[in-house]
C-alpha cells in the first residue's frame, strides 16, 4: 500500500506478457521442425564440441578466390503462419532418416516415388534410369545437387529437383533436370520454390563462366514461360538431341 492508501496490484492482476524467445531457441525450434529433434541435438552437440562435419564440403569454383558456400544445408519454404512446402536437401534428409528423427522419409524412396509417379503420369520415361535407381551415385557424385519438397505436418513428399554438375576436358557445365512436382500440389508456388533452391546452389557452387541449362522437352514446351520468368533464354542455337528446346540461364544468380 502506498502512502496515499491505494493499493499496488497483486502479482496475480497484473496482464500476462508472453516472453520472447531467444533467437537461438527460436533456431532450434525451426530446425527441429524440419528434420526432427534427435537430429538437431546430434549437430548442437557436434559443434559444441568441435567435431560438427557438413553434409559436404565444396571445392572453390574456378575463377573464384573465395570457396563456396554449402547453400544445399539450407532449406527454403514455411514462412510465416505457414507450414510447408519446405524445400530440404537430399543428404539432409538422408543423415535425418538415419538418425531415426520422427516425421523423416526416406529420401531415396521419395525421390523415387515423385519422379516415377510424374512420369507415369505423362507418358514419358527416364533418360537415364541410373538417375531414379542411384541419385546419390548418379547426381551427388559426380559434383551435383538434389532437394525434394516436403509438405505437411507428416513431411509428405510432393516435388523434387536435381543439378547436375557436367566436367569434361573443356568445360564444366551444369544442368537442371528432374523437376517434378505432383499433380495435387501444383500451382502452389512449390515448382518456383525447387528452382529458387537450386538457383543459390548454382550461384555458390559453380565457377565463373559455367552455364546453367535445362531442356524442356517438345511435349512439355508450354512450361517455357515459367523457366523464362526465373531467368532462363532459349538456345535455339545448340543442338537439343532429339528435339525440344534447350534453354540457358541468364539471370541475376549467374557467378561472377
Not at 564440441?49 to 559436404?56: E, K, N, W
Not at 570457396?67 to 536437401?89: D, T
Not at 532459349?234 to 534453354?247: E, N, P, Q
Amino acid at each position: 500500500r502506498d502512502p496515499g492508501g491505494s493499493s499496488f496490484p497483486q502479482p496475480s492482476a497484473l496482464p500476462f506478457r508472453r516472453r520472447r524467445r531467444p533467437p537461438e531457441r527460436a533456431m532450434r525450434d525451426a530446425m527441429e521442425d524440419i528434420v526432427g529433434a534427435g537430429a538437431v541435438a546430434g549437430s548442437i552437440a557436434g559443434l559444441a564440441q568441435g567435431a560438427y562435419q557438413p553434409d559436404r564440403v565444396v571445392a572453390a569454383p574456378a575463377g573464384r578466390q573465395r570457396a563456396a558456400r554449402v547453400a544445399e544445408c539450407g532449406s527454403l519454404g514455411g514462412g510465416p503462419g505457414q507450414r510447408p512446402p519446405v524445400v530440404v536437401p537430399y543428404e539432409t534428409m538422408r543423415r535425418s532418416f538415419d538418425s531415426g528423427a520422427p516425421k523423416s522419409p526416406n529420401p531415396l524412396e521419395a525421390w523415387r516415388s515423385v519422379t516415377t509417379r510424374c512420369q507415369e503420369e505423362f507418358g514419358a520415361s527416364a533418360r537415364n534410369q541410373d538417375i531414379i535407381a542411384d541419385p546419390a551415385g548418379a547426381v551427388l557424385g559426380g559434383g551435383g545437387f538434389i532437394w525434394i519438397a516436403l509438405k505437411g505436418m507428416n513431411r509428405e513428399p510432393v516435388g523434387c529437383i536435381a543439378l547436375h554438375r557436367h566436367k569434361d576436358d573443356s568445360e564444366t557445365t551444369w544442368e537442371l533436370g528432374e523437376l517434378s512436382v505432383l499433380v495435387d500440389s501444383r500451382r502452389q508456388g512449390v515448382g518456383k520454390q525447387l528452382v529458387d533452391m537450386l538457383l543459390r546452389q548454382y550461384q555458390e557452387a559453380a565457377g565463373t563462366g559455367e552455364p546453367l541449362w535445362l531442356r524442356v522437352p517438345s511435349a512439355f514446351e508450354a512450361s517455357s514461360p515459367f523457366f523464362e520468368r526465373m531467368g532462363f533464354e532459349g538456345d535455339t542455337a545448340s543442338d537439343t538431341d532429339g528435339g525440344g528446346l534447350r534453354m540457358v540461364y541468364r539471370g541475376a544468380r549467374a557467378p561472377q
